[in-house]
């Protein structure tokens, strides 16, 4: 079994699984739509061109910083001044990372990473305004899905975790698997990203949780303060 992971960072990330009109939500955390999204644009699918492959890949998260939603409210004019477009909401995630893993054949995950380091098309973190940091890419493990999400090194910013306690505890969100419980369902399996009939299906996705310990902690080596025991024996 072989799993491509990748790190999903930036100022601003927005994962919309259901955005309507003029309110354009964010999920928590990328969703399998936008990180195939995000593979196929890396080996130059256009949008009109099938997915073929990259729909028979295995899907988790980790949400290492969860960061924080912003909503940025929006006008427009037309280019004489003369009419208005409707007013947005867009929603946003701050300073958040994520790790991320797909798994499937082995030289196919080769493939994908190859392609991230030197993508096709610009790669963005949902929105095109949303340009990632650093290289996505972490490489390919001998693993499961599950084993790298719970075993790779936590990805958060050393400012995140010197604010953050001792023991973290850290969320993952994969696909569930024939006969797990099934924690929800969300519409963001893609079927085809053809703007004339965009479609996308529903997922059974399963929440689990992961504890790391932080070394970086700001109370990592001090002392408990005890009160009472400036009152002597």
């Known amino acids: 079994m072989s799993v491509l992971l990748m790190r999903l960072a930036g100022p601003l990330q927005s994962w919309g699984s259901s955005s309507r009109f003029a309110r354009r939500g964010t999920e928590i955390a990328p969703t399998k739509s936008g990180v195939i999204g995000l593979l196929a644009a890396a080996r130059g699918v256009r949008r009109t061109e099938p997915l073929t492959d990259l729909l028979g890949l295995e ?23 003369r009419r208005s477009a409707p007013l947005t909401y867009r929603f946003y995630l701050s300073d958040a990372a994520f790790l991320v893993a797909v798994s499937g054949d082995r030289e196919l995950l080769r493939g994908l990473a190859e392609a991230l380091d030197r993508p096709a098309f610009p790669l963005y973190l949902g929105r095109r305004s949303c340009p990632p940091v650093g290289p996505i890419s972490l490489g390919i493990e ?9 075993r790779w090194p936590w990805l958060a910013a ?8 001792r023991t973290v505890r850290l969320e993952i969100i994969r696909d569930a698997r024939p006969g797990e419980p099934v924690t929800e369902t969300v519409p ?7 703007p004339a009939h965009r479609e996308h299906t529903w997922r059974s996705v399963l929440r689990r949780h992961v504890d790391v310990t932080n070394d970086l902690a700001e109370r990592a080596g001090v002392a408990e303060h005890d009160p009472l025991s400036l009152l002597g024996g």
Not at 61 to 71: E, F, H
Not at 188 to 194: A, H
């Open 188 to 194: 963001d399996e893609p079927v085809s990203f053809d």
């Open 59 to 81: 899907f988790g998260v980790r949400l290492d910083q969860p960061g924080q939603i912003q909503r940025d409210f929006q006008t427009a004019r037309s280019l004489d001044g």
């Open 142 to 150: 001998d693993a499961t899905l599950d084993d790298a999400l719970t």
């Open 158 to 165: 050393e400012w995140y975790r010197r604010r953050a306690a």
